[in-house]
């Protein structure tokens, strides 16, 4: 038997013999017949096995699932995944998330704050960013209590914070900031940056990272990502992503592909080269997912991870990705992607094992904060007052979010991809479980059958020549 280990590397050993102890438990193995016998994945104690034919016909394919499902029992698992959270969190910066409005200068097609008409847009009122700011202060002084070097990130979100409605808003946060000592992040669409730069360049130290989506080159990025008046915004964000590196700033693209752009992606590699962001340090280009987490869309292009991920490799097989590429979509396959040395820079340091994304972790509490002082969890969520989970001013709990994992649901405990999947996105389940569930199983099939199966030791497929 082959085992391949976290690392990639490759160990040869024989099959375990079944336990003599009761303190072990059987968990739902993942299974599936390839040419050199069986691959054989246990998601819960995260080990991957290729089984060779001699084994599976000398002790039954039944046999050798008995043996390869055992593990520690599931209260072990979850206590060293604990354990390491503990230790990853009190490492990571304390963070905080600040919408200081819902409005936008932009109307993206796919765009899934803008169309709601219930959206207050209104820009954060001085009493409320008083407020918000007297509650970071105290949860800096607690975040700093234990250490008083521990770096803080505010992190700005919207709507879109750099706009002129905005900016005496966003220069009182960057005043407060620099008073404390707080390192400043954005998510811009990166048109209005023009307007910041007296705020932004004399804080560029203390600027921990912006983010911008670009969604292709040229006209491409502009019937997607468009201005009120319908006009394109390409060359003023290429402008400004350029201003903001040569001030040594870090900046973040975000490169968000589905089946309709998948094509942006090799003309959006070669344009950053003519641009120098190609291993530039101050460069990240991110490639992210369309998707519709909570099943509202109904957008066809959407492509599920594995199908962007064996696009993506294919691409480097092609022409080599740039070393500065990191994918931002990987999630059931992430383990196995790392494992077999394609996640391509994916970091997932706030993610838990047994929970599906940083947002269902502990490990990481940053919240977002609106203008109304109402506070939400992840990402997707700001203004969909469906998940909000409370306010600054009545309080508020993440308990649901940690809730979700591996064991909040009997079926993904008793699930073969349960250690990985860990009862998927929390918005989509919450929108519709099975749908999703059939997802993510869909997504990891064609994940072991077009990404890993390729990808399985030479020496497996040597045996079947
Ligand atoms: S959501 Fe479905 S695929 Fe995911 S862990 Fe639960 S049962 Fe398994
Ligand atoms: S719950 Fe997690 S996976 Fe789902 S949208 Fe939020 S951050 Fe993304």
Not at 248 to 275: C, E, H, P, W, Y
Not at 356 to 372: E, M, P, Q, T
Not at 376 to 381: A, D, I, L
Not at 439 to 461: H, Q, S, Y
């Amino acid at each position: 038997m082959l085992k391949i280990l976290a690392d990639g590397a490759i160990q040869e050993c024989p099959l375990p013999d079944l336990p003599r102890v009761s303190s072990r438990h059987t968990y739902p193995v993942y299974h599936k017949a390839i040419p050199a016998g069986m691959l054989v994945v246990n998601s819960f104690t995260d080990e991957v096995c290729v089984v060779d034919r001699a084994d599976l016909e000398a002790i039954g394919q039944a046999g050798v699932l008995s043996r390869l499902a055992e593990g520690p029992l599931p209260e072990v698992l979850i206590q060293d995944a604990d354990r390491s959270a503990a230790k990853i969190k009190a490492s990571l910066p304390f963070e905080i998330a600040f919408c200081p409005t819902y409005s936008c200068n932009l109307r993206c097609t796919y765009c899934f704050q803008q169309t709601d008409p219930l959206l207050d847009k209104r820009v954060i009122s001085k009493e409320n960013l008083a407020k918000f700011l007297a509650y970071v202060d105290a949860q800096v002084l607690q975040a700093r209590a234990s250490d008083p070097k521990r770096a803080v990130v505010l992190q700005l979100f919207g709507g879109e914070p750099f706009t002129l409605a905005t900016k005496p808003v966003i220069s009182e946060i960057f005043d407060y900031c620099r008073s404390r000592k707080i390192h400043v992040a954005a998510t811009t669409n990166g048109t209005g940056i023009g307007d910041f730069l007296d705020i932004l360049l004399p804080y560029h130290g203390y600027i921990a990272k912006v983010g911008i989506t670009i969604d292709g080159v040229g006209r491409f990025h502009d019937s997607r990502r468009k201005r009120l008046d319908g006009q394109g915004t390409f060359d003023k964000i290429v402008q400004n992503v350029n201003i903001l590196i040569r001030a040594g700033i870090k900046v973040m693209t975000s490169l968000t592909l589905d089946r309709s752009s998948i094509a942006q992606a090799n003309a959006f590699f070669d344009f950053a080269r003519t641009q120098g962001w190609i291993d530039n340090p101050c460069v990240e280009l991110s490639v992210a997912r369309v998707d519709d987490r909570k099943f509202e869309t109904g957008y066809a292009a959407v492509m599920s991870e594995s199908e962007l991920l064996k696009e993506m490799l294919d691409l480097n097989a092609r022409a080599r990705l740039p070393g500065n590429v990191r994918f931002a979509f990987l999630k059931t396959s992430f383990d196995l992607a790392k494992r077999f040395r394609c996640a391509f820079n994916q970091n997932e340091v706030g993610r838990e094992r047994f929970r599906y994304c940083w947002a269902s972790s502990r490990i990481n509490d940053i919240v977002y904060v609106d203008s109304a002082l109402d506070v939400y969890r992840c990402t997707y969520t700001p203004g969909d007052k469906k998940f909000k989970a409370g306010s600054l001013d009545g309080g508020f709990s993440l308990s649901a979010w940690h809730s979700h994992g591996t064991w909040g649901r009997e079926e993904c405990g008793d699930c073969p991809i349960g250690g990985y999947c860990a009862g998927g996105c929390k918005l989509s389940t919450q929108a519709d479980f099975k749908r999703n569930c059939a997802d993510e199983k869909r997504n990891f099939e064609n994940l072991i059958e077009n990404v890993i199966g390729p990808r399985l030791p030479a020496v497996t497929r040597d045996q079947d020549r």
